[in-house]
């Protein structure tokens, strides 16, 4: 067993002063009493963060963007498709992002298709895909301007939002409708097309990681959501800028993985994006965690967004569980995001006030093990 002093322990929740943090793989207990055992440090003590929705190890730093895999140019819907079988754990960015604390993220396809396939969760310190894949988390959809912008990409392109939401109702159908005749005995599993079994999982309740930026492709989401029973999580909402879209989430129960707030407006469902919109979004308090989108911002800013939610009230306490406690529950990730007896030791040793801009990890423990050390 081995241990760290937190002169502050930032546990995802509350704010605890002078306590040790002892551990194994797994957190063995918090006290104030000095334990019998190694101190390998002592500082500020934060959670391992979580990116909720990257890029990272498909578009790599470093090479030519033509050799990024985001996208697959075959089909409009790739539900077999799974992020991990694209991901290089020898991109760059991982080592960035381990040092800034940042040790696990969600990885999901890029959003030119309706379906882009089955997104993952990564440790980010590991060198092969094989000890870096924790486990599939969901499915990644995409409404609004990005599947309407691929014409030149294989298969039935939607060249309207309604032509998209169209080819998406018809998947839904037939899943459904196969879903039905495999209940009833009429068709086995082995009678169904892989990508209408792959579309199946989404009416049993895999969630659908859905890109969305604009409210009125929200409140056709929550439309097509509702339809099927699905199971969705609003990725982005960037040109949310109404508390009213805010409140249809929260009242509809919809999970949000919010930002990249310090990208650049680079098209029009953009137009209203601003990181003032953040305002909003507090007053409503919606169940929200915070991305990166790396690389469209780099990983290693993730929790620099945090400063936008401070200015507008947010305590530190509550600032620091977006990126950890509330990533860890939208994602479903039980064992992550707060520092607890039983959770996985995943942490990040502060060598002082983390709120403090020239202040730095010094040590970042995952899963029991150091992965970084100053």
Same mark, same amino acid.
């Given at each position: 067993?081995?241990?760290?002093?937190?002169?502050?322990?930032?546990?995802?929740?509350?704010?605890?002063?002078?306590?040790?943090?002892?551990?194994?793989?797994?957190?063995?207990?918090?006290?104030?009493?000095?334990?019998?055992?190694?101190?390998?440090?002592?500082?500020?003590?934060?959670?391992?963060?979580?990116?909720?929705?990257?890029?990272?190890?498909?578009?790599?730093?470093?090479?030519?963007?033509?050799?990024?895999?985001?996208?697959?140019?075959?089909?409009?819907?790739?539900?077999?498709?799974?992020?991990?079988?694209?991901?290089?754990?020898?991109?760059?960015? *991982? $080592?960035? /992002?381990?040092?800034?604390?940042?040790?696990? @993220?969600?990885?999901?396809?890029?959003? =030119?298709? &309706?379906?882009?396939?089955?997104?993952?969760?990564?440790?980010?310190?590991?060198?092969?895909?094989?000890?870096?894949?924790?486990?599939?988390?969901?499915?990644?959809?995409?409404?609004?301007?990005?599947?309407?912008?691929?014409?030149?990409?294989?298969?039935?392109?939607?060249?309207?939002?309604?032509?998209?939401?169209?080819?998406?109702?018809?998947?839904?159908?037939?899943?459904?409708?196969?879903?039905?005749?495999?209940?009833?005995?009429?068709?086995?599993?082995?009678?169904?097309?892989?990508?209408?079994?792959?579309?199946?999982?989404?009416?049993?309740?895999?969630?659908?990681?859905?890109?969305?930026?604009?409210?009125?492709?929200?409140?056709?989401?929550?439309?097509?959501?509702?339809?099927?029973?699905?199971?969705?999580?609003?990725?982005?909402?960037?040109?949310? *800028? $109404?508390? /009213?879209?805010?409140?249809?989430?929260?009242? @509809?129960?919809?999970?949000?993985?919010? =930002?990249? &707030?310090?990208?650049?407006?680079?098209?029009?469902?953009?137009?209203?994006?601003?990181?003032?919109?953040?305002?909003?979004?507090?007053?409503?308090?919606?169940?929200?965690?915070?991305?990166?989108?790396?690389?469209?911002?780099?990983?290693?800013?993730?929790?620099?967004?945090?400063?936008?939610?401070?200015?507008?009230?947010?305590?530190?306490?509550?600032?620091?569980?977006?990126?950890?406690?509330?990533?860890?529950?939208?994602?479903?990730?039980?064992?992550?995001?707060?520092?607890?007896?039983?959770?996985?030791?995943?942490?990040?040793?502060?060598?002082?006030?983390?709120?403090?801009?020239?202040?730095?990890?010094?040590?970042?423990?995952?899963?029991?093990?150091?992965?970084?050390?100053?």
């Amino acid at each position: 067993m081995r241990a760290i002093r937190a002169k502050e322990l930032y546990d995802g929740t509350t704010l605890k002063r002078d306590v040790y943090v002892t551990f194994e793989e797994r957190i063995t207990g918090i006290t104030d009493k000095k334990p019998d055992c190694e101190i390998l440090g002592e500082g500020v003590l934060t959670p391992a963060f979580i990116d909720g929705h990257c890029h990272i190890g498909l578009d790599r730093a470093g090479e030519p963007s033509n050799e990024g895999e985001a996208n697959d140019e075959l089909a409009e819907f790739l539900p077999l498709n799974r992020a991990i079988d694209s991901v290089y754990m020898d991109d760059p960015s *991982f $080592e960035d /992002s381990v040092e800034h604390g940042v040790l696990y @993220a969600q990885v999901m396809p890029g959003s =030119g298709n &309706i379906i882009g396939g089955r997104t993952c969760l990564i440790r980010n310190w590991e060198r092969s895909v094989k000890r870096a894949f924790v486990r599939d988390i969901g499915m990644k959809a995409a409404l609004g301007y990005n599947p309407r912008s691929t014409r030149e990409w294989k298969g039935e392109r939607p060249t309207t939002r309604m032509g998209a939401i169209g080819l998406l109702r018809r998947e839904l159908y037939k899943a459904k409708k196969a879903e039905v005749l495999i209940k009833q005995g009429k068709r086995s599993t082995e009678e169904t097309d892989p990508v209408t079994e792959g579309m199946i999982e989404l009416l049993r309740g895999m969630p659908m990681m859905v890109h969305v930026h604009k409210s009125d492709d929200i409140d056709t989401m929550m439309a097509v959501a509702a339809e099927f029973g699905l199971r969705v999580v609003a990725n982005h909402c960037g040109d949310v *800028f $109404e508390e /009213s879209t805010w409140r249809a989430l929260k009242d @509809a129960n919809i999970p949000v993985i919010y =930002g990249p &707030i310090d990208s650049f407006s680079y098209k029009v469902e953009l137009k209203h994006n601003t990181w003032k919109n953040v305002e909003s979004l507090m007053a409503v308090n919606p169940m929200f965690g915070l991305m990166t989108d790396h690389p469209v911002i780099l990983q290693r800013d993730l929790f620099l967004q945090l400063r936008h939610f401070l200015r507008f009230g947010m305590s530190r306490e509550r600032a620091m569980g977006v990126i950890t406690r509330n990533n860890a529950e939208i994602l479903g990730l039980a064992e992550l995001g707060t520092v607890e007896e039983g959770k996985l030791a995943s942490m990040v040793l502060w060598n002082d006030d983390p709120f403090v801009l020239g202040n730095h990890p010094a040590l970042c423990i995952g899963e029991g093990n150091i992965v970084y050390e100053e």
